[in-house]
C-alpha cells in the first residue's frame, strides 16, 4: 500500500471510530429532525449501519493491475481519483447515504439552501470545478442534475426513484413469510427507494397471504420517534404525507382495505394495506414511498412477471417461495439492479446496488462502487 493509500485508509477508520464515538448523540438528532423512531430500524439503525459502511469502505483499495507482461512489453492499469466530487443526498437515510457518497481526505464543504435539490444540484451540476455527481433520490431531479452534467462532461452515479415488485408464488405458507414482506414494503415507514412497493401473490395463497400480513401489520405500534417502544413513526414531511394520502384515498373507492386507511393526527399515516387493485391503479402504477402497500391478485406467473417489468423503474424486485431454483429463475427475468429471494431490500456495504432503466446507472458499494470514483489510466510500457 502507498502512503497516500495509507492516510486515506487512516481517514476512513478515523470517521468510523467517531460516528461510533457520536452514535446516540446523532441518532436523537437524526430523530428530532427526521421523526423516525429511535429503535428498531430506525434512527440507532441507521448510526449503526453508517458505521459499518464506513468501516468496509477503509478496508477497500484498488492496486494497479497487471494486464499484459510478456516479451512484447507491459501494460497496467492505474485508477485515478475523479478528484472533487458533488453528492446530493436524500431525506429518508440521511446520515447513511450520506456516508456512503463522501471519502475523505481533505476538506468536505456542506451547500444548503431554501429553494431545495433542484436549484442546489443545477448549480453543482454545471460548475465546472466538479467532475462528478452521486445523486440519490427522485427521477425528475435526476435527469436535471443528468442534463446540467453534460455540459461539462461530468461523471454520474445516480440512484433514481423505484417502484420494486415482490412475486409470491404458490407454494409459500403465508405466515413463514408476513413478517419479511411487512418489512420490505415498511421499512423507515417505506420511505425507502429499494423498499418493496407492490406486492403481486398468487391466488393459490392470496387470501392466507392478506390474512398473515394484515395480522402481522397490526400489531407494529405506531408513535413519535422519541417513544422507545414506536417501531413505526410520523411521514417526514408534508409533502409525502399529502401524496401518500392522496394515493390511498383514491385506491379505497375501487379496492379492499385490510388495515389502516385513514390518516392519523399531525403527519402520522398507519401502516395501511389495500388488496384487490391493478395495474392501472395509481397506487400501484406510481411510487407512494410511504406506508401503504398495493397486493395485486394474479393467476400465471408470467403475467405477475410481465406486470412487474411494466414498470419505467428498475430498482429491485423480489420473490418469495419454498423452491429457491425456480425463485432464481423467476428473479433473473426481473428487470432490476438487485433482487432479493425470500427477503426484500436489504443492502450490504460488500455488495454493490444500483438501478436500470429509470432508476439510475453506475452503482454503489464495494470495490464496484469505490471504482466509480476514479478514471482509469492504462500505462504500456
Not at 433520490?137 to 442534463?147: R, Y
Not at 433514481?160 to 413478517?179: H, S, T, W
Not at 410511504?290 to 420473490?319: H, R
Amino acid at each position: 500500500m502507498q502512503k497516500s493509500d495509507a492516510k486515506l485508509h487512516a481517514a476512513c477508520e478515523a470517521v468510523t471510530a467517531k460516528i461510533g464515538e457520536h452514535a446516540e448523540e446523532l441518532a436523537q438528532l437524526l430523530t428530532a429532525e427526521q421523526g423516525k423512531p429511535l429503535v428498531g430500524m430506525g434512527s440507532r439503525f441507521e448510526l449503526g449501519g453508517a458505521q459499518a459502511w464506513a468501516g468496509y469502505t477503509a478496508g477497500l483499495s484498488l492496486p494497479m493491475k497487471v494486464l499484459q507482461d510478456n516479451n512484447e512489453g507491459r501494460i497496467e492499469l492505474h485508477r485515478k481519483p475523479v478528484g472533487v466530487v458533488g453528492s446530493i443526498t436524500p431525506w429518508n437515510w440521511p446520515v447513511m447515504i450520506a456516508v456512503w457518497h463522501i471519502l475523505p481526505a481533505g476538506v468536505v464543504n456542506i451547500v444548503t439552501s431554501d429553494d431545495g435539490a433542484v436549484n442546489i444540484g443545477g448549480a453543482m451540476s454545471t460548475h465546472p470545478g466538479i467532475r462528478k455527481m452521486v445523486f440519490t433520490g427522485s427521477t425528475a431531479t435526476g435527469k436535471k442534475v443528468m442534463s446540467g452534467a453534460a455540459e461539462t462532461m461530468k461523471r454520474l452515479t445516480l440512484e433514481l426513484g423505484g417502484n420494486d415488485a415482490g412475486i409470491v408464488l404458490p407454494d409459500v405458507d403465508a405466515a413463514e413469510i408476513a413478517e419479511g414482506l411487512f418489512w420490505g414494503g415498511f421499512i423507515n415507514n417505506g420511505q425507502t427507494c429499494a423498499a418493496m412497493k407492490r406486492l403481486y401473490v398468487h391466488a393459490d395463497v392470496y387470501e392466507d397471504v392478506c390474512a398473515a400480513l394484515t395480522d402481522y401489520a397490526k400489531n407494529v405500534p405506531v408513535g413519535l420517534g422519541s417513544d422507545e417502544n414506536a417501531i413505526l413513526g410520523p411521514v417526514a414531511n408534508q409533502m409525502q404525507f399529502d401524496k401518500v394520502k392522496s394515493l390511498v384515498d383514491a385506491a379505497k373507492t375501487k379496492s379492499r382495505v385490510l388495515l389502516g386507511g385513514e390518516a392519523g393526527e399531525g403527519l402520522f399515516f398507519p401502516p395501511t394495506l389495500i388488496a384487490d387493485l391493478s395495474a392501472d391503479d395509481p397506487l400501484v402504477a406510481e411510487e407512494q414511498f410511504g406506508p401503504a402497500l398495493p397486493i395485486i391478485k394474479y393467476t400465471d406467473v408470467e403475467d405477475a412477471i410481465a406486470q412487474a417489468n411494466a414498470s419505467e423503474n428498475g430498482l429491485g424486485g423480489s420473490v418469495w417461495s419454498k423452491d429457491i431454483e425456480k425463485a432464481k429463475g423467476i428473479a433473473r427475468r426481473l428487470e432490476c439492479g438487485s433482487v432479493w429471494i425470500n427477503r426484500h431490500g436489504t443492502i450490504q456495504p460488500n455488495a454493490p446496488f444500483g438501478g436500470v432503466k429509470s432508476s439510475g446507472f453506475g452503482v454503489e458499494f464495494g470495490e464496484e462502487g469505490l471504482a466509480e470514483y476514479t478514471d482509469i489510466q492504462v500505462m504500456h510500457i
